[in-house]
Structures are given as structure tokens and as C-alpha cells.
């Protein structure tokens, strides 16, 4: 089966890192928690959206080195290959941030997977494998372009949109628990995706 993946908030995992540069950049006191949506809540609250949306930039961008994959994926990745699914990443990933420093996003993101996305001394995506659009449009569209029997997202509003493509099955990644009911299907973790396609 291809399988087709998200990027970020499904593979890279960005709480702690955004809870650093925020603290660093002084925009939250430090008892605001370790979770990407109360740093932005909190940030939004005492009326810092610029701030928010350069933060992003630079967390994409300068900083990308220091985000950390969620638990458990490339063991997940790694059983799921060797079940005989091929895996592409398919991400909404404008080339530079809307506002700051120009960071070139899409390369901060290819080093990221270079860097961490590897078993055995392999790489898991190979060049090919990986696809960013400047749109959710496009995302969607490459979905079905890249021939995806199945795609893994956090975010319900890809997953339910009215060009998501009907022969993909949709899964949500929903460790949070943020959104019961959003979807048909969904898990918690990489191990709940890895054993939902059979590979415990």
C-alpha cells in the first residue's frame, strides 16, 4: 500500500521547541505548558499575533534542527517498510515564512528528514518521496496525484475536505485527543498507525 504521511504536528512534534523560543523571545511566562496551541493561545491573548507568525518562521526555518520527531516513528516507519507499504510525505509548506527572515522552509524541512528519518543507515524517503505545496489545493491534489490508498494527517479539515480524494482512506493523528469524532478513523500514536496496517 502507499502510504501517504503529513509532516508537520504528524511526524515532527514542535511543543517543546516553540515553548523555548517563546520563552527565550520573552512572550510567555514559563508556566504556560509545553503544548504548541497554549504557546499560541497565550501569545494571541496579550495581542502578539505578529510575534506569533515570526515565531513560526523562525521555529520552520532557523531553528528546524531542533524540533524532535513524536515517539515511536521510525520504529512505526521502519515495520510499516517492512511490510511492504512504501511511504511519501506529502506537506502544506510555503518555500519562505509569510513575515521575518526569508529561511528557506522546504530545505530547513528536507535536512530535518536527512537527518532523522533513517533506519539502518538508510534513508526512509529517498528523494522522490518527499512533496511540499505552497497550498492545501495542491496538498490535496498531490495526494492524489502520488496514488495515496491511504493518508495520515493531524488536521481534520484536510482529511474532511471536499477535495480530499474519495479512494483515499483517511486517517487522523490525534494524540491529543483533540478531535473525537472528526473523522472515520483515527489514532493516538505511531504504534496505533503502525498496527492499524498490520505491523505491530
Known amino acids: 500500500m502507499r502510504v501517504g504521511l503529513d509532516f508537520d504536528n504528524t511526524i515532527v512534534r514542535y511543543d517543546s521547541l516553540f515553548h523555548r523560543v517563546a520563552l527565550e523571545q520573552g512572550l510567555i511566562p514559563d508556566h504556560v505548558p509545553r503544548d504548541k496551541a497554549k504557546v499560541r493561545d497565550h501569545i494571541r491573548s496579550i495581542g502578539r499575533e505578529p510575534d506569533w507568525t515570526a515565531m513560526q518562521g523562525e521555529v520552520y526555518g532557523a531553528r528546524m ?21 512504501e511511504l511519501v510525505i506529502v506537506s502544506h509548506k510555503t518555500q519562505h515564512p509569510i513575515i521575518g527572515p526569508k529561511h528557506d522552509l ?44 491511504l493518508f495520515l494527517d493531524d488536521l481534520p479539515e484536510i482529511l474532511n475536505a471536499p477535495g480530499f480524494p474519495r ?32 505491523a505491530p
Open 106 to 149: 522546504r530545505a530547513a524541512a528536507r535536512g530535518w528528514i536527512d537527518d532523522n528519518l533513517i533506519a539502518d543507515g538508510e534513508a526512509l524517503f529517498p528523494s522522490g518521496m518527499v512533496h511540499f505545496e505552497a497550498t492545501k489545493e495542491e496538498k490535496l491534489a498531490r495526494i492524489a496525484a502520488c496514488g495515496c490508498e
Open 167 to 198: 479512494q483515499v482512506r483517511a486517517v487522523l493523528f490525534d494524540p491529543a485527543g483533540n478531535h473525537a469524532g472528526a473523522t472515520r478513523e483515527a489514532v493516538a500514536s505511531w504504534d496505533d498507525f503502525a498496527a492499524l496496517l498490520g
Open 65 to 85: 534542527g531542533e524540533a524532535e520527531p513524536f515517539p515511536g516513528v521510525v520504529d512505526a516507519m521502519s515495520r510499516l517498510v517492512a511490510r511492504g507499504h
